[in-house]
Protein backbone atom coordinates (compact mmCIF):
# COMPACT_ATOMS: atom_id res chain seq x y z
CA UNK A 1 0.00 0.00 0.00
CA UNK A 2 1.69 3.73 -1.16
CA UNK A 3 1.12 5.75 1.79
CA UNK A 4 1.42 9.34 1.75
CA UNK A 5 4.58 9.57 2.65
CA UNK A 6 5.75 7.36 0.18
CA UNK A 7 4.65 9.57 -2.61
CA UNK A 8 6.80 12.16 -3.32
CA UNK A 9 9.48 9.18 -3.90
CA UNK A 10 7.22 7.24 -6.13
CA UNK A 11 6.72 10.85 -8.22
CA UNK A 12 9.95 11.42 -8.97
CA UNK A 13 9.76 8.30 -11.21
CA UNK A 14 13.38 8.14 -12.47
CA UNK A 15 15.08 8.10 -9.00
CA UNK A 16 12.83 5.51 -8.11
CA UNK A 17 13.09 3.31 -10.84
CA UNK A 18 16.75 4.23 -10.71
CA UNK A 19 17.21 2.93 -7.38
CA UNK A 20 15.17 -0.29 -8.03
CA UNK A 21 17.14 -1.41 -10.95
CA UNK A 22 20.12 -1.18 -9.10
CA UNK A 23 19.16 -2.82 -6.14
CA UNK A 24 17.44 -5.24 -8.42
CA UNK A 25 20.72 -6.44 -10.31
CA UNK A 26 22.49 -6.63 -7.15
CA UNK A 27 19.65 -8.80 -5.77
CA UNK A 28 20.02 -11.00 -9.23
CA UNK A 29 23.79 -11.20 -8.58
CA UNK A 30 23.33 -12.26 -5.51
CA UNK A 31 21.26 -14.79 -6.57
CA UNK A 32 22.87 -15.92 -9.19
CA UNK A 33 26.07 -16.80 -6.92
CA UNK A 34 24.01 -18.63 -4.76
CA UNK A 35 23.24 -21.07 -7.85
CA UNK A 36 26.65 -21.02 -8.33
CA UNK A 37 27.76 -21.79 -5.34
CA UNK A 38 25.05 -24.76 -5.34
CA UNK A 39 25.93 -25.96 -8.48
CA UNK A 40 29.88 -26.49 -7.72
CA UNK A 41 29.05 -28.06 -4.52
CA UNK A 42 26.99 -30.71 -6.92
CA UNK A 43 29.84 -30.93 -9.50
CA UNK A 44 32.36 -31.71 -6.83
CA UNK A 45 30.58 -34.67 -5.69
CA UNK A 46 29.93 -35.80 -9.05
CA UNK A 47 33.37 -35.25 -9.59
CA UNK A 48 34.34 -37.56 -7.26
CA UNK A 49 31.89 -39.76 -7.38
CA UNK A 50 32.58 -40.59 -10.56
CA UNK A 51 36.70 -40.59 -10.52
CA UNK A 52 38.14 -44.14 -11.00
CA UNK A 53 34.86 -45.19 -12.85
CA UNK A 54 34.32 -42.67 -15.43
CA UNK A 55 35.54 -39.29 -16.30
CA UNK A 56 33.11 -36.16 -16.22
CA UNK A 57 33.26 -32.92 -18.02
CA UNK A 58 33.79 -30.69 -15.05
CA UNK A 59 35.70 -27.97 -17.02
CA UNK A 60 33.96 -24.62 -17.48
CA UNK A 61 35.00 -21.30 -19.83
CA UNK A 62 35.76 -18.45 -17.25
CA UNK A 63 34.22 -15.34 -18.73
CA UNK A 64 37.13 -12.79 -17.21
CA UNK A 65 40.96 -13.12 -16.61
CA UNK A 66 41.79 -10.70 -14.29
CA UNK A 67 39.67 -11.27 -11.15
CA UNK A 68 36.70 -9.27 -10.69
CA UNK A 69 33.21 -8.47 -9.91
CA UNK A 70 31.30 -10.15 -12.85
CA UNK A 71 27.94 -8.43 -14.24
CA UNK A 72 24.87 -10.48 -14.65
CA UNK A 73 25.30 -11.77 -17.98
CA UNK A 74 28.80 -13.16 -17.09
CA UNK A 75 27.74 -14.85 -13.76
CA UNK A 76 24.74 -16.06 -16.05
CA UNK A 77 27.28 -17.51 -18.37
CA UNK A 78 29.19 -19.22 -15.50
CA UNK A 79 25.61 -20.55 -14.10
CA UNK A 80 24.98 -22.21 -17.11
CA UNK A 81 28.20 -23.42 -17.78
CA UNK A 82 28.38 -25.07 -14.40
CA UNK A 83 24.46 -26.50 -14.86
CA UNK A 84 25.78 -27.64 -18.54
CA UNK A 85 28.67 -29.49 -16.73
CA UNK A 86 26.39 -31.19 -13.35
CA UNK A 87 23.78 -32.42 -16.17
CA UNK A 88 26.66 -34.28 -18.62
CA UNK A 89 28.25 -35.49 -15.45
CA UNK A 90 25.00 -36.82 -14.16
CA UNK A 91 24.42 -38.52 -17.43
CA UNK A 92 27.67 -39.60 -17.53
CA UNK A 93 27.21 -41.42 -14.19
CA UNK A 94 23.81 -43.25 -14.85
CA UNK A 95 25.37 -44.05 -18.35
CA UNK A 96 28.53 -46.09 -16.20
CA UNK A 97 26.32 -47.48 -13.67
CA UNK A 98 24.02 -49.03 -16.58
CA UNK A 99 27.51 -50.41 -18.16
CA UNK A 100 28.58 -51.57 -14.72
CA UNK A 101 24.88 -53.58 -13.69
CA UNK A 102 25.24 -55.17 -16.98
CA UNK A 103 28.69 -56.66 -16.69
CA UNK A 104 27.43 -57.45 -13.37
CA UNK A 105 24.85 -59.54 -14.94
CA UNK A 106 27.08 -60.65 -17.28
CA UNK A 107 29.60 -62.30 -14.67
CA UNK A 108 26.41 -64.07 -12.97
CA UNK A 109 25.60 -65.63 -16.24
CA UNK A 110 29.55 -66.13 -16.71
CA UNK A 111 29.28 -67.98 -13.48
CA UNK A 112 26.61 -69.83 -13.94
CA UNK A 113 26.85 -71.23 -17.60
CA UNK A 114 31.08 -70.52 -18.14
CA UNK A 115 30.61 -72.80 -21.47
CA UNK A 116 27.87 -70.19 -23.43
CA UNK A 117 30.67 -67.42 -22.99
CA UNK A 118 33.85 -68.71 -24.33
CA UNK A 119 37.22 -66.64 -23.47
CA UNK A 120 35.27 -63.77 -22.04
CA UNK A 121 37.03 -61.96 -19.91
CA UNK A 122 35.42 -59.34 -17.60
CA UNK A 123 37.75 -57.00 -15.27
CA UNK A 124 37.04 -55.69 -11.74
CA UNK A 125 37.65 -52.11 -13.21
CA UNK A 126 34.24 -53.09 -15.51
CA UNK A 127 32.60 -54.06 -12.77
CA UNK A 128 33.35 -50.06 -11.01
CA UNK A 129 35.36 -52.39 -8.23
CA UNK A 130 38.66 -51.04 -7.25
CA UNK A 131 41.84 -53.22 -7.37
CA UNK A 132 43.23 -55.55 -9.97
CA UNK A 133 41.60 -58.93 -10.73
CA UNK A 134 38.68 -60.50 -13.79
CA UNK A 135 36.86 -63.12 -14.24
CA UNK A 136 37.79 -65.50 -17.39
CA UNK A 137 35.84 -68.02 -19.03
CA UNK A 138 38.36 -70.71 -20.28
CA UNK A 139 38.41 -74.13 -20.46
CA UNK A 140 39.84 -76.84 -17.97
CA UNK A 141 43.19 -78.79 -18.62
CA UNK A 142 43.57 -76.62 -22.36
CA UNK A 143 43.22 -78.00 -25.06
CA UNK A 144 41.58 -81.27 -23.64
CA UNK A 145 39.27 -79.04 -21.49
CA UNK A 146 38.38 -77.49 -24.99
CA UNK A 147 37.53 -80.87 -26.99
CA UNK A 148 35.92 -82.24 -23.89
CA UNK A 149 33.66 -78.89 -23.12
CA UNK A 150 35.16 -78.84 -20.15
CA UNK A 151 34.57 -74.74 -19.33
CA UNK A 152 35.09 -72.61 -16.14
CA UNK A 153 34.97 -69.19 -14.84
CA UNK A 154 38.70 -68.62 -13.30
CA UNK A 155 39.00 -65.34 -11.11
CA UNK A 156 42.42 -63.85 -11.21
CA UNK A 157 44.04 -63.33 -7.80
CA UNK A 158 44.68 -59.68 -7.98
CA UNK A 159 47.37 -57.33 -8.40
CA UNK A 160 50.41 -58.88 -9.04
CA UNK A 161 52.67 -58.05 -6.07
CA UNK A 162 55.23 -55.18 -6.00
CA UNK A 163 58.47 -57.54 -5.73
CA UNK A 164 57.33 -59.12 -8.86
CA UNK A 165 57.01 -56.19 -10.71
CA UNK A 166 60.31 -54.94 -9.79
CA UNK A 167 61.80 -57.74 -10.76
CA UNK A 168 60.11 -57.85 -13.81
CA UNK A 169 61.76 -53.73 -14.49
CA UNK A 170 64.96 -55.34 -13.53
CA UNK A 171 64.63 -57.66 -15.87
CA UNK A 172 63.88 -55.17 -18.88
CA UNK A 173 66.64 -52.29 -17.73
CA UNK A 174 69.28 -55.65 -17.74
CA UNK A 175 67.97 -56.05 -21.37
CA UNK A 176 68.27 -52.95 -22.36
CA UNK A 177 71.72 -52.64 -20.37
CA UNK A 178 73.07 -55.18 -22.74
CA UNK A 179 71.84 -53.97 -25.94
CA UNK A 180 73.43 -50.86 -25.41
CA UNK A 181 76.75 -50.06 -27.60
CA UNK A 182 79.69 -50.42 -25.45
CA UNK B 1 39.43 -9.06 17.10
CA UNK B 2 40.52 -8.58 20.42
CA UNK B 3 44.18 -8.60 21.43
CA UNK B 4 43.71 -9.97 24.96
CA UNK B 5 42.65 -13.99 25.00
CA UNK B 6 42.57 -16.43 27.49
CA UNK B 7 44.30 -18.19 25.15
CA UNK B 8 47.77 -18.58 26.30
CA UNK B 9 49.48 -18.88 22.22
CA UNK B 10 48.11 -15.78 21.82
CA UNK B 11 50.16 -14.22 24.04
CA UNK B 12 53.89 -14.30 21.98
CA UNK B 13 52.13 -14.12 18.48
CA UNK B 14 50.87 -11.03 17.48
CA UNK B 15 46.75 -10.56 17.33
CA UNK B 16 45.63 -10.47 13.44
CA UNK B 17 44.70 -7.44 12.51
CA UNK B 18 41.77 -6.90 10.60
CA UNK B 19 41.79 -5.11 7.35
CA UNK B 20 38.71 -3.74 5.29
CA UNK B 21 36.67 -4.66 1.82
CA UNK B 22 35.45 -1.38 -0.11
CA UNK B 23 31.92 -1.35 0.50
CA UNK B 24 30.61 -2.07 -2.64
CA UNK B 25 32.75 -5.20 -3.04
CA UNK B 26 31.43 -6.36 0.28
CA UNK B 27 27.77 -5.72 -0.80
CA UNK B 28 28.53 -8.03 -3.48
CA UNK B 29 30.69 -10.70 -1.17
CA UNK B 30 29.10 -10.64 1.93
CA UNK B 31 31.88 -12.70 3.78
CA UNK B 32 34.79 -11.51 2.12
CA UNK B 33 37.59 -10.02 4.93
CA UNK B 34 41.37 -9.73 4.88
CA UNK B 35 42.97 -10.25 8.25
CA UNK B 36 46.76 -10.28 8.86
CA UNK B 37 49.74 -10.21 11.27
CA UNK B 38 52.91 -9.57 11.43
CA UNK B 39 55.99 -10.79 12.76
CA UNK B 40 60.51 -10.84 12.87
CA UNK B 41 61.31 -12.91 10.34
CA UNK B 42 63.79 -13.35 7.70
CA UNK B 43 63.54 -15.42 4.54
CA UNK B 44 65.93 -18.34 4.34
CA UNK B 45 66.52 -22.15 4.60
CA UNK B 46 63.49 -23.90 7.29
CA UNK B 47 65.00 -25.61 10.08
CA UNK B 48 64.27 -29.22 10.75
CA UNK B 49 61.27 -29.05 12.70
CA UNK B 50 59.84 -27.29 10.17
CA UNK B 51 61.08 -29.90 7.34
CA UNK B 52 59.96 -32.45 9.47
CA UNK B 53 56.58 -31.15 9.89
CA UNK B 54 56.24 -31.07 5.82
CA UNK B 55 57.36 -34.35 5.94
CA UNK B 56 54.59 -35.57 8.58
CA UNK B 57 51.77 -33.63 6.34
CA UNK B 58 52.95 -35.08 2.68
CA UNK B 59 52.87 -38.68 4.92
CA UNK B 60 48.91 -37.69 5.97
CA UNK B 61 48.05 -36.14 2.84
CA UNK B 62 46.97 -38.86 0.22
CA UNK B 63 45.10 -39.21 -3.47
CA UNK B 64 42.11 -39.96 -2.69
CA UNK B 65 42.05 -37.01 -0.03
CA UNK B 66 42.89 -34.44 -2.55
CA UNK B 67 39.87 -36.22 -5.12
CA UNK B 68 37.91 -35.56 -1.78
CA UNK B 69 39.47 -31.56 -1.62
CA UNK B 70 36.82 -30.03 -3.18
CA UNK B 71 34.16 -31.11 -1.42
CA UNK B 72 35.55 -30.17 2.08
CA UNK B 73 33.82 -26.66 3.47
CA UNK B 74 36.55 -24.52 3.14
CA UNK B 75 38.16 -25.73 -0.28
CA UNK B 76 34.78 -25.64 -1.57
CA UNK B 77 34.10 -21.73 -0.75
CA UNK B 78 37.38 -20.77 -2.05
CA UNK B 79 36.39 -22.97 -5.44
CA UNK B 80 32.76 -20.78 -5.31
CA UNK B 81 34.66 -17.55 -4.82
CA UNK B 82 37.09 -18.49 -7.53
CA UNK B 83 33.90 -19.04 -9.74
CA UNK B 84 32.39 -15.27 -8.94
CA UNK B 85 34.70 -13.39 -9.79
CA UNK B 86 35.91 -15.06 -13.23
CA UNK B 87 38.95 -17.59 -11.99
CA UNK B 88 38.69 -20.72 -13.22
CA UNK B 89 39.74 -23.22 -10.16
CA UNK B 90 41.20 -25.77 -12.41
CA UNK B 91 43.38 -23.93 -14.02
CA UNK B 92 43.70 -21.31 -11.60
CA UNK B 93 43.64 -23.48 -8.38
CA UNK B 94 43.06 -22.39 -4.89
CA UNK B 95 46.33 -22.13 -2.67
CA UNK B 96 45.33 -25.67 -1.07
CA UNK B 97 44.43 -27.47 -4.44
CA UNK B 98 47.70 -26.64 -5.70
CA UNK B 99 49.79 -27.76 -2.73
CA UNK B 100 47.77 -30.74 -2.94
CA UNK B 101 48.25 -31.29 -6.20
CA UNK B 102 51.86 -30.34 -6.15
CA UNK B 103 52.36 -33.07 -3.21
CA UNK B 104 51.21 -35.58 -5.26
CA UNK B 105 53.19 -34.80 -8.19
CA UNK B 106 56.27 -34.12 -6.27
CA UNK B 107 55.73 -37.26 -3.70
CA UNK B 108 55.81 -35.08 -1.19
CA UNK B 109 55.89 -31.36 0.14
CA UNK B 110 58.81 -30.07 -1.19
CA UNK B 111 60.61 -27.44 1.61
CA UNK B 112 61.19 -23.80 -0.23
CA UNK B 113 62.49 -21.80 2.79
CA UNK B 114 60.72 -19.46 4.71
CA UNK B 115 58.54 -18.33 4.85
CA UNK B 116 56.91 -19.92 2.20
CA UNK B 117 56.93 -23.49 4.04
CA UNK B 118 55.32 -21.69 7.13
CA UNK B 119 52.50 -20.67 4.91
CA UNK B 120 52.35 -23.95 3.42
CA UNK B 121 52.20 -26.12 6.41
CA UNK B 122 49.16 -23.30 7.62
CA UNK B 123 47.15 -23.60 4.31
CA UNK B 124 47.10 -27.44 4.22
CA UNK B 125 46.34 -27.74 7.84
CA UNK B 126 43.47 -25.24 7.36
CA UNK B 127 42.16 -24.59 3.70
CA UNK B 128 42.92 -21.12 4.23
CA UNK B 129 44.33 -18.65 1.56
CA UNK B 130 47.23 -17.14 2.54
CA UNK B 131 49.82 -14.59 1.23
CA UNK B 132 52.64 -12.91 2.44
CA UNK B 133 54.42 -9.87 2.19
CA UNK B 134 57.52 -7.62 2.74
CA UNK B 135 55.96 -5.96 6.14
CA UNK B 136 58.48 -3.08 5.59
CA UNK B 137 57.36 -2.41 2.64
CA UNK B 138 53.73 -2.22 3.26
CA UNK B 139 51.95 0.78 4.27
CA UNK B 140 48.96 0.39 7.04
CA UNK B 141 45.98 -2.04 6.68
CA UNK B 142 45.54 -4.12 4.29
CA UNK B 143 42.64 -3.87 2.00
CA UNK B 144 40.51 -5.64 -0.81
CA UNK B 145 39.26 -3.32 -3.64
CA UNK B 146 38.75 -2.51 -7.07
CA UNK B 147 41.65 -1.15 -9.25
CA UNK B 148 40.32 2.36 -9.85
CA UNK B 149 41.74 4.29 -13.49
CA UNK B 150 45.53 4.45 -14.32
CA UNK B 151 46.22 2.23 -11.19
CA UNK B 152 49.15 -0.66 -12.12
CA UNK B 153 51.05 -3.52 -10.39
CA UNK B 154 54.58 -2.62 -9.88
CA UNK B 155 56.35 -5.25 -11.54
CA UNK B 156 53.28 -6.09 -14.18
CA UNK B 157 53.54 -4.41 -17.40
CA UNK B 158 50.30 -1.97 -18.66
CA UNK B 159 48.04 -0.33 -16.20
CA UNK B 160 45.38 -2.70 -14.40
CA UNK B 161 42.08 -3.37 -16.39
CA UNK B 162 39.90 -1.25 -14.23
CA UNK B 163 37.72 -3.54 -11.63
CA UNK B 164 40.02 -5.56 -11.43
CA UNK B 165 39.83 -7.13 -7.48
CA UNK B 166 43.31 -6.43 -6.00
CA UNK B 167 45.08 -6.28 -2.29
CA UNK B 168 46.02 -3.03 -0.98
CA UNK B 169 47.57 -1.03 0.89
CA UNK B 170 46.69 2.95 1.92
CA UNK B 171 48.90 3.85 -1.12
CA UNK B 172 49.04 1.02 -3.72
CA UNK B 173 47.84 -2.66 -5.11
CA UNK B 174 50.34 -4.91 -3.27
CA UNK B 175 48.99 -7.57 -5.38
CA UNK B 176 46.15 -9.21 -7.43
CA UNK B 177 43.47 -11.26 -5.40
CA UNK B 178 44.70 -14.59 -5.50
CA UNK B 179 47.58 -13.54 -8.40
CA UNK B 180 50.52 -12.09 -8.65
CA UNK B 181 52.32 -9.81 -5.75
CA UNK B 182 53.85 -6.42 -6.64
CA UNK B 183 57.71 -5.94 -6.92
CA UNK B 184 59.27 -4.68 -3.62
CA UNK B 185 56.24 -5.56 -1.84
CA UNK B 186 57.23 -9.18 -1.79
CA UNK B 187 59.54 -11.42 0.37
CA UNK B 188 62.70 -10.77 -0.30
CA UNK B 189 65.92 -11.45 1.02
CA UNK B 190 66.37 -8.24 2.74
CA UNK B 191 63.27 -8.56 4.63
CA UNK B 192 63.11 -8.89 7.95
CA UNK B 193 59.25 -8.52 8.88
CA UNK B 194 56.96 -10.59 7.27
CA UNK B 195 53.17 -9.86 7.51
CA UNK B 196 51.12 -12.79 6.40
CA UNK B 197 47.26 -12.23 5.40
CA UNK B 198 44.35 -14.60 5.18
CA UNK B 199 41.73 -14.00 2.67
CA UNK B 200 38.37 -15.09 4.01
CA UNK B 201 35.72 -15.90 1.93
CA UNK B 202 32.03 -16.46 2.34
CA UNK B 203 32.13 -19.85 4.23
CA UNK B 204 35.45 -19.49 5.78
CA UNK B 205 34.78 -19.34 9.37
CA UNK B 206 36.81 -17.04 11.62
CA UNK B 207 38.01 -19.29 13.54
CA UNK B 208 39.94 -21.30 10.84
CA UNK B 209 41.44 -17.77 9.63
CA UNK B 210 42.61 -17.06 12.93
CA UNK B 211 44.28 -20.52 13.15
CA UNK B 212 45.91 -20.49 9.75
CA UNK B 213 47.60 -16.42 10.69
CA UNK B 214 48.64 -18.21 14.21
CA UNK B 215 50.16 -21.40 12.61
CA UNK B 216 51.93 -19.49 10.05
CA UNK B 217 52.86 -17.06 12.88
CA UNK B 218 54.10 -19.00 15.20
CA UNK B 219 55.91 -21.25 12.76
CA UNK B 220 58.05 -18.44 11.71
CA UNK B 221 58.56 -16.76 15.04
CA UNK B 222 60.02 -20.38 16.35
CA UNK B 223 62.23 -20.64 13.44
Known amino acids: ?182 | MSADSADPRMGWVPAPRQGWVAPHIASEFPGLGIASVEVDAKPGKSPEPVRRRLRDLSDRTYGSQAIRLRERPIPWAYRVFFRQIGLDPDRTRTPVEQLTLDRLHDGGFRSNGLPGDALDIAIVETGVALRAFDAGSVLGALCIRDSAPGESLAGMPGELEKGTLIIADELQPVGLLFGPTAAGIAVAPGTRRVAVAAVQVKGVPQIAVEEALWLAASTLEAA
Open chain 1, 1 to 182: MTTISGMPALLRQEEFSGFGVAVGEREARLQLRRQIARLEAELSGLFAEAFGHTEVPHRVEVPAAPPRVLDLGQLEAVRDGLAARVGEAREALVERGRVETANRELVEAMLAAPRDYKWVRVSREDLGLHGCGHWHSRPRLGPIGMLMGWWRVKISSGCPLAGRLEAVEREVEARQASRRPR
